[in-house]
T-cell receptor, first 116, second 116 residues
Framework: AQKITQTQPGMFVQEKEAVTLDCTYD???????LFWYKQPSSGEMIFLIY??????QNATEGRYSLNFQKARKSANLVISASQLGDSAMYFC?????????????FGKGTKLSVIP | DSGVTQTPKHLITATGQRVTLRCSPR?????VYWYQQSLDQGLQFLIQ???????AKGNILERFSAQQFPDLHSELNLSSLELGDSALYFC???????????????FGPGTRLTVL
């Protein structure tokens, strides 16, 4: 069963506007972590933000914030004041401690295009 | 720059051949993870090593193998290559095994493998 679901294959946003990228997850482990990575066209994976399952507050990193709704099992990424350089693929990922390993399970990604 | 290095950056080879991808983790990181990113399968976890020992296996084919050496660099060996093995192969490293908490994974720039 798919553990991470990103339902938006592609999104467009006007420069300087805010945009929300959706992510829902499924796990039975009470301890887990949620990550967002950015992959520009050059291919590298850039870490953006992390949310732990026990964190009381939503994570923020500069223009990035994570809207964590634990009961709904959602971890949406909010990018404020979009810039042209934000155009990229965005991946939501989950790390749980099932089977004693800590690998990341990724969603299929959302391609964000910022329009000038 | 994540501090994780991967060589080569690009690799073009023929079906049936064998290749070796190399990864050097960030200084001090003991865990190395290998991921495969292909158009049809997305980003998939292959295998994890921690301080020289295999810790977890994901969707890794039997034709693929990996090891982590005493200096903590890792190699991913792909043999009897098929067209479908064409993908971007990422190595990621983290500080420790991951007993909870942050344990962010830092990704290398990837090796793009093309099998002709």
């Amino acid at each position: 069963a798919q553990k991470i679901t990103q339902t938006q294959p592609g999104m467009f946003v006007q420069e300087k506007e805010a945009v929300t990228l959706d992510c829902t997850y499924d796990t039975s482990d009470p301890s887990y972590g949620l990550f967002w990575y950015k992959q520009p066209s050059s291919g590298e994976m850039i870490f953006l933000i992390y949310q732990g399952s026990y964190d009381q507050q939503n994570a923020t990193e500069g223009r990035y914030s994570l809207n964590f709704q634990k009961a709904r099992k959602s971890a949406n990424l909010v990018i404020s004041a979009s810039q042209l350089g934000d155009s990229a693929m965005y991946f939501c990922a989950m790390r749980d401690s099932g089977a004693g390993s800590y690998q990341l399970t990724f969603g299929k990604g959302t391609k964000l295009s910022v329009i000038p | 720059d994540s501090g994780v290095t991967q060589t080569p950056k690009h690799l073009i080879t023929a079906t049936g051949q064998r290749v070796t991808l190399r990864c050097s983790p960030r200084s001090g990181d003991l865990s190395v993870y290998w991921y495969q990113q292909s158009l049809d399968q997305g980003l998939q976890f292959l295998i994890q090593y921690y301080n020289g020992e295999e810790r977890a296996k994901g969707n890794i084919l039997e034709r693929f193998s990996a090891q982590q050496f005493p200096d903590l660099h890792s190699e991913l060996n792909l043999s009897s290559l098929e067209l479908g093995d064409s993908a971007l192969y990422f190595c990621a490293s983290s500080t420790h095994l991951g007993t909870g908490g942050y344990n962010e994974q830092f990704f290398g720039p990837g090796t793009r493998l093309t099998v002709l």
